[in-house]
């Protein structure tokens, strides 16, 4: 039977490179774990180490023991902390990881509020455009923007979002507004991207579900792109064309008519803010403290300012475009490239 010296045995060698190294982590001599590490390969009947004489490396059935090594050891220290919580006030680590600009925005006050709430819980907050692999056990959950690719995974929805396309009163007054998704072609469209493609693609669906089409695939492009969202944002203050943006960070300039929302009646609908927890053992409950942060999160969230945004400037004030051009239009079936996750949130 494989005992929680096994684990640490094993998880020291394979962490520390070496057995003299694992066994000055463990406070033991390098006779002693060659010794139980060869004890341990033979009761199993594999190896879990290839051995040379300048390194050691992990078989696969060593990256296989590790890997549920560490969740078990996790398993092992949650089971602690919540049988401590049950006898007294909250306590123990918790990992969230957030997109980038919200989390700085929204999340990291809700973070810090709670913690001065419950002092005996640390939090490590890590911000991120690319998605965290929850499943490897280095997050506890995330505060998301949009569907995680990985499943199995569970979701709570804390939020609604949308992204709408603005674009300054200036811009409006020069080039006029679209009508219609397909004249965002017409326009200068401020595109966030993390790839090489000249063109980015926004798929738009109609908030009157009686529309058809219920979603229009226009692809964009313009003179001016970035990989940050918090400078095309900028961009589109100072009028250097349209943007597609989540309401949560626009919303005062739309409510103070720095920016305009266009075409009203469209939006993408896949930015929604959701607390993400990596699946657990049958049965088995959330620590009381990511239950208490879950909580504290939907009460923070619970009436967001964003959603009761409306444009300061109307759109029937701005002119028509003067120019027509040829449309591109692509269905919701196109393989066009698309804009960046991260950065247009």
Known sequence: MIEHRDLQLVLAVADQ???AAAARALDTEPPAVTKRLAALESRLG??????TTRRLGLTDEGEIFCARA????????????ELQERVGEPRGLIRLASTLGFGRRWVAPAIADFQARHPAVEVQLQLMEQWPDLGTGSFDAAVWLWQPPEGGVVMRKL???????????DYLREHGAPQHPAELTHH???VVREHDSRYATWRLTALDRRRRPAEVAVRVSGPLSSNSGE?????ALTGRGLMLRSLWDVHEALADGRLVQVLPDYAMLDADVHWVVRPRAAGAPLPWRLRLL?????????DPPWLRTTSHTPQATMPMPTKASAVRVSPKSSQASTAVHGGTR
């Open 188 to 190: 200068h469209c401020l």
């Open 231 to 235: 400078v095309v944002r900028d961009w």
């Open 70 to 81: 560490r969740e078990l050891q996790a398993g092992l220290a949650d089971l602690e902390t």
């Open 159 to 169: 939020a609604a979002n949308r992204r709408v396309v603005v674009a300054s009163p």
């Open 294 to 302: 879950q909580d504290h999160l939907v009460g923070w969230l619970a």
């Open 17 to 19: 490179g070496s057995l």
């Open 46 to 51: 594999l190896r879990l180490f290839h051995r």
